[in-house]
């Protein structure tokens, strides 16, 4: 699909996309570290860029976190029967930032349905060979590799290992592997190996690429390398929307 730019950053955003060869990359004004307002901004053009592509019907897979937060003020019911699927468990911080509490805002906001997950991100192996056969998990599971679209963060690996409340010797692993990047549970390196993956049952980093558009949407100086470090591994069907603390750091880095 052919996102057509926006105006902000316009040409930084088109020369970034033609570097890392993904499908669309928007940069917005400021710091999202620095001001909510630029962490707003973000929300604002994903909400604007996903509304694009919507069509009646479309099911959509949604992570949690504080940049996802805001979605909700943005998306307006322009299209019918649209379903919201949280892609990740819980995490053990405010309602805010769940991913449940994104989906069921989004379904709400849209005049759409949403779906929940009642299961925490980080589940032992046990936990998670059981919970799979749950009917109500396995539908959020089939959902998750049948959405057309997928919106997510991307975090500084350590900050999230104990958002997560993540066992010591797992951020052992982060640190003797050198993580850089996390998206949904998956850590890796500054090449983009897999360093480490959480048992979950939510969205994987194999169903990425059949999407129809991927919306990444991160940005902050405390996320420069690790954003860097994830546009190495991006699916191509990806649509990135950061700040310009971020794209200029690129720019500067290529
Ligand atoms: C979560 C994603 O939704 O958001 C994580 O599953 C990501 O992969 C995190 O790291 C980022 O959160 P925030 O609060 O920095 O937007």
Redesign the pocket.
């Known amino acids: 699909t052919f996102l057509a730019p926006l105006s902000e950053n316009e040409i930084l955003g088109r020369q970034l996309r033609s570097i890392y060869n993904i499908a669309g990359f928007y940069v917005i004004s400021g710091d999202a570290d620095a001001n909510q307002s630029t962490k707003d901004g973000l929300a604002k053009v994903t909400a604007e860029l996903l509304s694009r592509v919507l069509t009646d019907g479309a099911i959509v897979s949604v992570?949690?976190?504080?940049?996802?937060a805001s979605l909700s003020d943005y998306l307006k019911p322009a299209v019918k029967d649209l379903l919201f699927v949280p892609?990740?468990g819980g995490l053990g911080e405010s309602n805010h930032?769940q991913?449940n509490s994104i989906a069921s805002a989004l379904g709400e906001a849209t005049g759409g349905m949403h779906r929940l997950l009642h299961a925490p991100d980080y589940l032992s192996k046990s936990t998670l060979e059981s919970l799979m056969h749950e009917p109500d998990v396995k539908e959020i599971i089939q959902l998750n590799q049948q959405s057309d679209f997928v919106i997510?963060?991307?975090?500084e690996p350590f900050?999230?290992a104990s958002r997560r409340h993540s066992p010591e010797g797992e951020v052992e692993i982060l640190k003797r592997n050198k993580a850089v990047t996390?998206?949904?549970?998956f850590y890796f390196d500054e090449h983009g190996n897999v360093v480490h993956r959480i048992k979950t049952v939510g969205i994987q980093m194999e169903d990425l690429a059949q999407k129809k558009q991927v919306f990444a949407?991160?940005g902050g100086t405390s996320?420069q390398e690790a954003i860097e470090t994830y546009l190495k591994i991006a699916p191509k069907n990806t649509v990135l929307i950061t700040d310009e603390a971020v794209g200029e750091y690129l720019m500067k880095n290529r």
């Not at 997510?152 to 975090?155: F, P, W, Y």
């Open positions: 992570t949690g976190g504080s940049t996802m892609a990740r930032f991913a997510h963060g991307i975090g900050t999230m996390e998206a949904f549970g949407v991160a996320k």
